[in-house]
Each structure stands twice: as C-alpha cells, then as structure tokens.
C-alpha cells in the first residue's frame, strides 16, 4: 500500500519555468487541487504544506505566494490568516474593488434569505467564490 506521500506525489506535474508543482488531479469549481484523505477531499495545497513543513492551525490559511491556485510546490506556500491573504492580494493587485457597501448588502441579503449559493452569486457577478464568502460573512466587501 502506497503511503500518504507516494500517492500525492503521483498528482501534480512540475512546471520548470516557474517551479509550481500544478496539480492535476481533481479540481474543485474554484480552481484548487484536492485531496482525498480520511478526512475526505482537502485543498492539495494545504495536504502539500502539512507534509512538507508541518501542521497548520485548524483557523489559517495556506496561501500561494505564486498566485497559481492548481500549485502545490511547498515553497511556493505560506501560512496565513484570512487577513494575511487579502493583504497580500491588494498588495498584488489581484484584488478587484467592485462592490459598493450597498452591494455587499444585496449580495448579503440574497445568500441569507437562501435559494442561491456563494458559487453562483460569484459567477454571477464574476468574481471569486472567496470574494463572495468574505462579503458574506461580513469580513469585507470591497
């Protein structure tokens, strides 16, 4: 029986012109590998992380430091919290500030009265479902 780390290794192919490890097994509707473990599917970045460098804290984040959500290069992750994250996508300029307060609200409003999901609110409006879970959860709206 292959171990935790033969298996994972088996699902991503490295780019040598920008050292991301892509990931080429099984991608979730936002763009990132997962991992199925006995916890069940996991972000592959994170799996990545957590074999490579040690345990995250259950409340943060892995975050790319390369911007490529299929990349599971460990060097190219970094643990952070939800603001950490944003920080550095404005920092980037990968951050669109598209929503005014009274959008947020609306798109508040319509998630919780229920019938529409994050997912389809962010294709909706063409933006990332982690932009919609932040306005949602009152975290940010810009």
Not at 45 to 73: Q, T, Y
Not at 85 to 102: A, G, V
């Amino acid at each position: 029986m292959k171990t935790l780390h033969e298996r994972f290794s088996t699902k991503y192919k490295v780019d040598s012109a920008t050292g991301c490890w892509n990931w080429v097994s099984n991608i979730n509707s936002a763009g990132y590998g997962t991992f199925y473990s006995r916890q069940g599917n996991i972000y592959a970045h994170r799996v990545s992380f957590e074999l490579h460098k040690g345990i995250v804290p259950r409340a943060m984040l892995v975050c790319h430091s390369c911007d490529n959500k299929k990349c599971v290069n460990p060097e190219h992750l970094f643990v952070g919290t939800y603001q950490d994250n944003l920080k550095d996508s404005i920092k980037k300029d990968r951050w669109i500030r598209s929503f005014t307060e009274e959008q947020a609200a609306e798109i508040r409003r319509r998630y919780q009265a229920g019938g529409v999901t994050q997912t389809s609110i962010a294709k909706e409006k063409g933006v990332s479902i982690s932009t919609i879970n932040l306005i949602v959860n009152n975290k940010s709206y810009i």
